[in-house]
């Protein structure tokens, strides 16, 4: 079983799922550092992550957001430190080479998705624009978010595999740590902006 209009929907979830945010661009710049087989634990995390916010979404959190903004702004906040941590590791991540190099895991991506603002919305939006009323109401959550977390593991997975061409090109690892430090700052600048202009 399909979402209907499946293409309407494809591009739907590659907008709000697949464009540059602090997930996106750190599933690269885990690839970057890391390698990609060293970032598909994480990739899973931020993946269960989503799984349990499409649940509390069904579960009545969006009312929730819409009540008690103050909720909505100590996500925020609390997303924003923890980029910085993220964006720590990915800054003083070891070269590819490096098997002893602290990798981002499983349950480094768990939280990624749960204090993320934009996840919760971008989730509200795709159950509230594709799912079906009524007695089909349970069926067609459950499409919506299978097909959406398959997609979403889809574009990750490219991600990955792209941050991780890129850094298997840089030879120096000079360029190396100048490269990694260069995606921490646009993951750190991409939840700013997310954060105040959003």
């Known amino acids: ?40 634990g994480y990739i899973f995390g931020i993946l269960a992550g989503l799984f349990l916010i499409f649940l509390m979404v069904a579960f009545g959190l969006g009312v929730l957001f819409s009540q008690y903004p103050s909720v909505h702004l100590a996500f925020k906040w609390i997303s924003l430190f923890y980029i910085f941590y993220l964006a720590y590791k990915i800054a ?52 919506v978010m299978v097909w959406a977390l398959a997609l979403t593991l889809l574009f990750d997975l490219t991600l990955a595999w792209v941050g991780s061409a890129i850094g298997s090109k840089i030879g120096s690892r000079g360029l190396a740590t100048k490269i990694n430090i260069l995606f921490a700052i646009l993951l750190v600048v991409s939840v700013l902006i997310a954060m105040f202009y959003t």
């Open 1 to 40: 079983m399909i979402v209907e209009p499946f293409f309407t929907f494809l591009l739907f979830v590659a907008a709000l799922y697949g464009t540059p945010g602090p997930a996106t661009l750190s599933i690269a710049a885990s690839g970057a550092a890391f390698g990609f087989r060293r970032t598909i």
């Open 92 to 143: 003083t991540a070891s070269s590819l080479e490096s098997e002893s190099s602290k990798h981002l895991g499983f349950f480094q991506g768990i939280p990624l998705s749960l204090l993320n603002p934009k996840a919760y919305f971008s989730i509200i939006a795709t159950i509230s624009q594709f799912t079906k009323t009524g007695d089909s109401y349970s069926q067609s959550f459950i499409t």
